[in-house]
């Protein structure tokens, strides 16, 4: 079966089927750019929703139906989460699919806060909480970072984790990331005009002068996002909607952080509310109830 992660392998290790390859991907993206009239940016689709309420179950069916595609492929689900509202609204729809099995996924955080995870900051914290617990996902599928140790060390601590999670990447490659987006268009922990939008080498870096506190805290660098298999950006309320244009339809100045979320060989998904969407004049999708992406 073709994946992403098939093309990641082919881009590093067989350059003499390069041309072949590129005609592949053309392919791909021409059937991305006629997928939908909605493309502003081929491949990627923004998809409206009149509130969470109709948002959350299509962001739970996609997120299984990725699982199934990823397990059908090679047996394990590798998914990225970040913080913020996603945690709850995550948690919930997927609590409430019929049948839901997680005994093969692997869990891992775009980005931490360096707090302990009693801490109510933290994001494994809540998610334990509200999901793991709940769940059959084995405690060893869950990547968590050591928030003992100093914000440097920590990260180098996460990257060994990631690395020995995919030892076949050279970049990890996850099925599945899911980001929300601040009101400042940062994803992930990486914030506008910080430095480590320009990492290159590192796949995880640490950043100790967060403008939104907690300030340590460690962060999936840019190029392990965009190698991502399928991002999905969930984004709701009407506080976002100046920033979403400005991200979805281009600003003058240097692109906002979640608007260099571009995965390569990947799906991006932007599934926004109605309030949030307020102010987008690109073409949208906007799916009926019970719609499945
Ligand atoms: O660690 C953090 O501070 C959060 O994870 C943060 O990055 C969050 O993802 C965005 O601010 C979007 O949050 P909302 O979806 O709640 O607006």
Redesign the pocket.
Known sequence: MMTCRTVKVWQLQLTSLYIAQNLFLLSLSSQYLFHSDSAFMAGRRVVVFPSSAELGPVLAHLVTSRAEKALASHGRFTLGL?????VSMLSKELLALPELDCSKWVIGFC?E?LVSFDDPES?YGLYKNQLFSKVNIPDSGILTIDPSLPVSECAENYTRKLKEAFPDDDIPVFDMLLL???PDG??C?LFPDHPLLEETKKIVAPISDSP?PPPQ?VTMTLPVVNSACCVAF????GSKAPILKEVLEGREGPAFPAARVVPTNGELFWLVDDPAAASLTIQVERPGSGAKL
Do not use: I
């Open positions: 970040s913080g913020g509202s996603l980005d806060r994001t929300g987006m601040g940062h994803t922990s939104k805290r969930v984004s709701t309320g």
